[in-house]
């Protein structure tokens, strides 16, 4: 036997050494005992149990019959929402996913108005190799819009190798979905992600920023509803004035609602630019009018709205100072845009001038 | 007289025993060990070197793929590195689930080690289910906080990723009433097991002195004799809160190392308690709100150990003001507890190599990185 190392004094703690009883003889023993355990949980292994306090029965899962409870803060692989009711993807394509991915493996491609070339805060392809992800999920954590979110779906074998290469149309789930399988963790988050995704599709054009398969359907709606609207559209004269309040409301359109009222605002335009002006306007289908039309409608909207905004505010400057005018976070927004827009128009103006004058002196 | 003559063999790398790529070119005179070589480097895949190209919180998931068995415990590690050179500060709740972490983690990982050192023995697979059983019910409990079972990716420089879940502590309290009956139930079925003290006692011997030379940490360098543990020796996170022991061995060979697992276990347990008895008064949530996750550090180095269940682990870093390490260290346990493998194996039976490779505890992600 050797002495104890050495006797060492430990704040909260003491140093002990194993009792090893190598003296004590055995003559198979030991061996009894360990089978004694090994007996008795054979003898237990016919009963099910999986309380976490008992250490005898079997816990085991019967897999493919039985699938596993899974914790709501599973990960396995990145997906994409999208709004069950407008089909409108959350994803706004701002790259922090992009940039973050250890493994970079997910690759995506902004969308843009295809009248104007600018990009538009919607994706237009979104890749994950889902082959190369290693299921950190610090997507899904730095996504300030809610819009990647870590499936439970773990069956992912297949035969085929580029089917791992995964596309926006298969990454799309709807939010209902997310929502019931990991309820609590969307309902932290729910409240910010819808404002947020509400403010986006009032920045977004046309179809653009729908989910690939819904595209076709929402389009149609809106060709139809376009349809509605346009035909009476002398008549839908007195209902004109719905411009200055549109942005109020915008908050909760739903696309369909959008194109209606869009195609509202166009028919009082005509109706007002005469019939002569835009024959087309009446005989073709609304919803085919060139992308500028729309763009000029929009943003004779805000331009009208910011006007109504404009003298409500100096209406109510004078009387009301107690209670300062909070507008609404949209309509300050949007009078924002768009008082940032005409700034850089008026700058790019004057540039344009001074490079006029530079050349002409 | 019969001519004999030395022989070298390969064992490995591709060999079950080995516990991964690890190849061993050993020189024998009959049955005995005349010398041995550790020949690794088969799992080399440019941990330190991707570390260096990615940013700091980038490395977090890599950290987990070092030694998979103790996921948390290195990004333990990270953690206080990055933390110590970009002063972030951690909230006491967050350090309180820290040490609940790293301990849960200590248990699974001496378990399965337990179990694939029998295994290594002969007792093929009935031990190692009884060491694996355990570290299911602790992998659920890592999943239902972490969100996955093996690479956590749990902790976040200020914290941890998020709040314990409401059915956690719950679930980990009945774990807790299983825990003692568990582990004297695994101690009864091996302590005494003549197969085992037959193959354990007396072999693979590491003395003190030759364990200090070596930089030896952990459990081996515990089981030859010497009371150095990181939690108490610089005690780091709030460690110097908990009342645990520290079990030594008397002789440094196998079996001393099984012992000092199996009381470790016990102690872990005791401070799993004493980590439930004092979270309800933590201050501070989970994460430090102020601490942001993309860190550019300010020019310099940090160096944070911890007491990983395989010996001390120890991240240097060294920052050039970016946002990605300059440099990027781990000081692994596995690899420097693997050096005295020859001085260990010398002497003893080809037999005895498997056994004593198992009671090292090492795992290949971490000794190659």
């Not at chain 1, 103006?349 to 004058?357: E, F, G, I, L």
């Not at chain 2, 719950?170 to 302590?191: F, G, Q, S, T, W």
Request: proline letters at 8%.
């Amino acid at each position: 036997m050797m002495e104890p190392p050495f006797e060492i004094e430990i704040p909260r703690g003491r140093v002990i050494e194993v009792q090893r009883d190598d003296s004590r003889v055995r003559r198979g023993g030991g061996l009894l005992r360990g089978m004694a355990v090994i007996w008795k949980h054979w003898k237990e292994s016919f009963r099910l149990n999986r309380s976490y306090s008992q250490i005898h029965g079997t816990f085991t899962i019967q897999y493919p019959e039985e699938k596993p409870r899974i914790p709501e803060a599973y990960r396995n692989m990145p997906i994409l929402l999208y709004d069950d009711e407008t089909g409108h993807e959350l994803c706004t394509s701002c790259f922090q996913c992009e940039r973050i991915c250890p493994p970079q493996v997910i690759h995506m491609t902004q969308a843009k108005d295809p009248a104007t070339g600018k990009p538009v805060p919607a994706v237009a392809e979104f890749i994950i190799e889902y082959d190369a992800c290693m299921s950190c999920g610090f997507c899904a954590e730095v996504c300030p819009f809610d819009a990647i979110k870590m499936d439970h779906e773990f069956e992912l074998s297949t035969d085929d190798h580029a089917q791992l290469t995964v596309h926006k149309a298969q990454l799309n789930r709807p939010i209902s979905y997310y929502a019931s399988i990991a309820p609590t963790m969307w309902a932290e988050v729910r409240e910010s992600a819808l404002k947020k995704l509400q403010g986006n599709i009032r920045r977004r054009p046309d179809v653009i920023g729908i989910a690939p398969h819904l595209t076709e359907r929402i389009a149609a709606r809106r060709a139809e509803l376009a349809a509605q609207a346009a035909a009476p559209s002398p008549a839908a004269e007195p209902a004109s004035p719905p411009a200055p309040s549109a942005p109020t409301e915008a908050r909760k359109l739903t696309p369909e609602e959008k194109a209606a009222k869009l195609a509202a605002i166009r028919a009082a335009k005509a109706a007002q630019a005469g019939d002569g002006v835009t024959p087309s306007a009446e005989g073709g289908t609304p919803a085919e009018a060139p992308p500028a039309d729309d763009k000029a409608a929009r943003l004779a909207a805000i331009r009208a709205a910011n006007a109504a905004k404009k003298a409500a505010a100096t209406d109510a400057a004078p009387a009301a100072t107690g209670e300062p005018t909070t507008p609404t976070p949209a309509d300050d927004k949007a009078a924002r845009l768009a008082a940032i827009r005409a700034a850089n128009a008026a700058k790019r103006k004057q540039a344009a001038d001074s490079v006029d004058t530079e050349e002409g002196s | 007289m019969l001519q004999t003559q030395e022989l070298q063999v390969n064992i490995g790398p591709q060999h079950p025993s080995t516990h991964g790529v690890f190849r061993m070119l050993v020189t024998v005179d009959g049955e005995t060990v005349v010398d041995l070589k550790p020949v690794f480097g088969y799992l080399h895949r440019n941990h330190e070197q991707i570390a260096e190209a990615n940013t700091y919180l980038q490395n977090m998931p890599y950290t987990d793929r070092l030694d998979y068995f103790n996921s948390m415990a290195n990004n333990h590690a990270y953690a206080m590195a990055v933390e110590r050179l970009a002063g972030i500060e951690v909230p006491e709740r967050a350090e309180y689930i820290r040490v609940l972490m790293v301990e849960l983690t200590r248990i699974l990982n001496h378990a399965s080690a337990v179990g694939f050192m029998i295994n290594d023995m002969g007792a093929w697979q009935t031990p190692l289910a009884f060491g694996m059983r355990e570290r299911e019910k602790i992998l659920d409990l890592f999943e239902m906080a972490s969100g996955a079972r093996l690479m956590c990716n749990y902790f976040r420089f200020g914290g941890v990723a998020r709040d314990l879940p409401p059915e956690f502590i719950p679930n980990l309290r009945e774990l807790l009433v299983a825990l003692p009956a568990y582990i004297d139930e695994l101690e009864r079925l091996l302590r005494d097991n003549e197969i085992l003290l037959q193959r354990a006692v007396g072999i693979g011997i590491l003395p003190r002195e030759v364990a200090l030379s070596y930089g030896v940490t952990g459990p081996v360098l515990r089981g030859s004799g010497i009371p150095y543990d990181v939690r108490k020796a610089e005690p780091y996170s709030v460690y110097d809160r908990f009342d645990f022991d520290i079990p030594i061995g008397k002789v440094g060979d196998v079996y001393d190392r099984f012992l000092v697992r199996i009381e470790e276990m016990r102690q872990s347990k005791r401070i799993i308690e004493q980590v439930l008895e004092q979270l309800p008064d933590a201050k501070g949530g989970h994460i430090n709100p102020k601490a942001r996750q993309n860190v550019r550090p300010p020019v310099g180095d940090a160096y944070a150990r911890i007491e990983s269940p395989k010996g001390e682990l120890g991240f240097y870093l060294v920052s050039d003001g970016s946002g990605k390490p300059y440099r990027y260290k781990v000081r692994a346990p596995s690899f420097i507890n693997l050096t005295p493998l020859a001085d260990m194996c010398r002497g003893y039976k080809v037999a005895d190599i498997v056994v004593i490779l198992g009671s090292i505890d090492i795992v290949m992600g971490e000794v190659d990185r």
